[in-house]
């Protein structure tokens, strides 16, 4: 995928679908063959009788245009066949992870690619690379030694009307804006976006992989594939690329293209991966089935650096668009890694908001509405993926969502099957929150709630409650809700000029997200063990921490 194996290093733990080889310093990826996907049947077919030497592992490139492949099948000279049925997606010069690799090399006499989404009248070309050793490309082929049998009858009867089933899914599409969802992101740019891969191989920017789950109706763009506002009332399971440029951005910060930018300089209005978070055109994929989710999800998961044992889920908050919300998510799973590389697995949520700063009373009924999908999703990433370490993260109205959906979780199984829940504002009254929060809070290792006494959304929301106190408040009196088992930190000393409404303060603050990163990685409790900041509070029998510089 990447020319330079360092950086390769890098981009697979952000990128699933790479190539996740283990080769030798000696071994070398050899292009094989070229072939063009045929545009009505969706197979494309190469042989590799005269290739010279020895193969231990295939894997498939998207030449110039997105490659959706349901099925590769690789026929080896002694008639054993390995068939790889699992959806791949690749952007324009994007690798497959290594098919079917082993140590020792054998001769390849064919390569069958099936196309997810044939598309009539398309010319689509991908290329087929095998890795081997310098011995293995010495190797000579027995002349006595063909192929034993042909695949093509086989794969005809076998993906005849492909496309309706677990083994399918749309072509990977994606929409560009703020990420979260809620409505089309403005007019498409006449002048497309430099492709992610282009601003990888420049090392300028990162590809961040978010897999995410959402209740909102979808929309197809001209370029990629969006989520409105309107409630859709089922799950739908996708997966989305984000790019994070490298330069010119503080931990925290999320640069869009301004109105310079786009009317003066003429950036295209989906941004310049170099300087913005971008989401290149076609990275946004939904997929047929939970099968194929769990199976994309894995195939990241193994491939995501030295935490690749630990994945997050985050819920969005009120007034955000699905766009904005995959934005964010990116951020936080890029800032919470180190040096670059992405965090773990990101997981999102995207719950109906109207992504609309009148709608507060329409984004808390989406929130309420979504909490059964937003349990079925929480029980797809922690029972079905496999991953050892799950940690929640929900912010201001999302919280009503993963609260409600944890409380259902919690009524049928008690056992502790997160690792830390980070309750960011929560907009959620107080004293439901105190009665609630302990039953729920069982389920993880460690729970962190942080509160702040200048968080305007929550204030409002306040206002429109007659004065009722929010849980995710830390004015005094009362002060902040303070539940036993749960860490309460007063953060109010710290706000992010980068955010106009001071309610991402949790996730733009360079002190709180590596807090955040801290007990992620360590669980380490009470909050003065991470940061001698954290000085504790104590009103009555209450005892919580503010952050004090």
Known sequence: MLRVSAFFVLCAAALALQSGSTANAADTWVLLATVNIDSVTGKASADLTQAKGQFRAVRVRAKDQTVALNRVEVTYADGAVHKQVRRVNLLPGQHSRAIDERQDGRFIDKVVLVSADPVPGSKIAAEIWGLQSPEMAAAVRPTSETATRSLESELDSETRGIGGGP??????????????????????????????????????????????????????????????????????????????????????????????????????????????????AKGVSVFDSEDEFVAAAQAHMANAGDYKDHAFVFVHGFYTTYESALYRTAQIAYDLGPDGVPFGTAFLYSWPSAGNATAYLYDEESSRLSVPHLKAFLNTVIDKTGVKNVHLIAHSMGNVALIGALQQIAAADTKVRINQIILAAPDVDKVEFEQIIAGVGKLAKGVTLYASSNDNALLLARQARKGTPRAGEAIVPPGPAVVGGIDTIDISAISSSVFSWNHDSYAGSKELLNDISTIFRKGERPPPVRNINFKPVVQGTRQYWRYTE
């Open 167 to 280: 083994e399918s899914g749309p072509e990977l599409t994606r929409s560009a804006g703020p990420a979260g969802g809620g409505g089309a992101s403005g007019p498409a740019s006449t002048t497309p976006p430099e492709q992610p891969n282009a601003c990888i191989d420049k090392n300028v920017c990162t590809l961040v992989d978010v897999f995410f789950g959402t209740d909102r109706n979808s929309k197809q763009g001209p370029q990629r594939l969006g989520f409105e506002s309107e409630r859709a009332n089922k799950l739908t399971l996708g997966h989305a690329f984000v790019t994070v440029p490298k330069a010119n951005r503080k931990k925290g910060e999320i640069p869009l293209p301004s109105l310079w930018d786009k009317y003066v300089l003429g950036v295209p209005e989906a941004g310049d991966p170099a300087r913005h978070f971008t989401i290149p």
